[in-house]
């Protein structure tokens, strides 16, 4: 598959984040009354963004209650953000490999919480282009997002691909006319993935060599 430009999820892709995540929802739910959720659960509730992932955890909210909800959660999650996690194995060496080639970054993770973890993981210097779930209107599963990065990357998208673990990342793919490689390590199952039809599914990071070769 030949390429010149690679757009990459950071959460469950780039990086092991889930524990830090979990332990975020959990000093929410506690806040608000609620009993803690495994690490298990919570991972799978992770990928369309901070709402999302709190209306998951929490169930039905008013207003008033997300407002606090998250008013609990983004400032302890920047503050804990990056004490448990790490990257997955290869991960800097891949990416060395492809330094030659347009790479971005297209989460829905906020901006402040995806900086401070790149900048945390020494990943902030690989990437020219950068955006988080709060740099646009929309976000993932919207193409809008990989349309902005490969604007900016001067890449058309059939020339691109996205890497990713989630059903985000192959909807935001398909929708924006990109080819999609998913990886089976991160929050999803290898069946789940496999059922969205990727272009390729990878098992290690690393083999991102083999199939962009």
Same mark, same amino acid.
């Given at each position: 598959?030949?390429?010149?430009?690679?757009?990459?999820?950071?959460?469950?892709?780039?990086?092991?984040?889930?524990?830090?995540?979990?332990?975020?929802?959990?000093?929410?739910?506690? $806040?608000?009354?609620?009993?803690?959720?495994?690490?298990?659960?919570?991972?799978?509730?992770?990928?369309?963004?901070?709402?999302?992932?709190?209306?998951?955890?929490?169930?039905?909210?008013?207003?008033?209650?997300?407002?606090?909800?998250? $008013?609990?959660?983004?400032?302890?999650?920047?503050?804990?953000?990056?004490?448990?996690?790490?990257?997955?194995?290869?991960?800097?060496?891949?990416?060395?490999?492809?330094?030659?080639?347009?790479?971005? &970054?297209?989460?829905?993770?906020?901006?402040?919480?995806? $900086?401070?973890? &790149?900048?945390?993981?020494?990943?902030?210097?690989?990437?020219?282009?950068? &955006?988080?779930?709060?740099?646009?209107?929309?976000?993932?599963?919207?193409?809008?997002?990989?349309?902005?990065?490969?604007?900016?990357?001067?890449?058309?998208?059939?020339?691109?691909?996205?890497?990713?673990?989630?059903?985000?990342?192959?909807?935001?793919?398909?929708?924006?006319?990109?080819?999609?490689?998913?990886?089976?390590?991160?929050?999803?199952?290898?069946?789940?993935?496999?059922?969205?039809?990727?272009?390729?599914?990878?098992?290690?990071?690393?083999?991102?060599?083999?199939?962009?070769?």
């Amino acid at each position: 598959m030949a390429v010149k430009g690679i757009l990459f999820d950071l959460d469950g892709t780039l990086i092991d984040s889930r524990r830090d995540i979990a332990n975020c929802v959990n000093f929410t739910l506690a $806040e608000l009354g609620h009993a803690p959720l495994s690490v298990e659960r919570v991972e799978r509730m992770v990928g369309d963004g901070v709402r999302q992932l709190l209306s998951r955890a929490i169930g039905p909210m008013d207003e008033p209650t997300q407002k606090r909800a998250l $008013e609990i959660f983004l400032p302890y999650y920047r503050d804990h953000c990056t004490d448990t996690t790490r990257l997955y194995p290869g991960v800097i060496e891949t990416l060395r490999f492809f330094a030659g080639m347009g790479l971005a &970054l297209v989460t829905n993770k906020p901006m402040v919480h995806t $900086e401070k973890t &790149l900048a945390t993981l020494g990943l902030n210097t690989y990437f020219p282009v950068v &955006l988080g779930g709060d740099s646009l209107a929309r976000r993932k599963p919207d193409p809008e997002p990989l349309w902005e990065a490969l604007r900016r990357l001067d890449v058309f998208p059939g020339d691109a691909v996205m890497v990713g673990d989630s059903p985000m990342d192959i909807q935001a793919a398909r929708s924006a006319g990109v080819r999609v490689v998913a990886v089976s390590y991160g929050f999803r199952t290898e069946e789940e993935l496999q059922s969205l039809s990727p272009d390729f599914l990878i098992s290690d990071f690393t083999q991102l060599r083999e199939v962009l070769k």
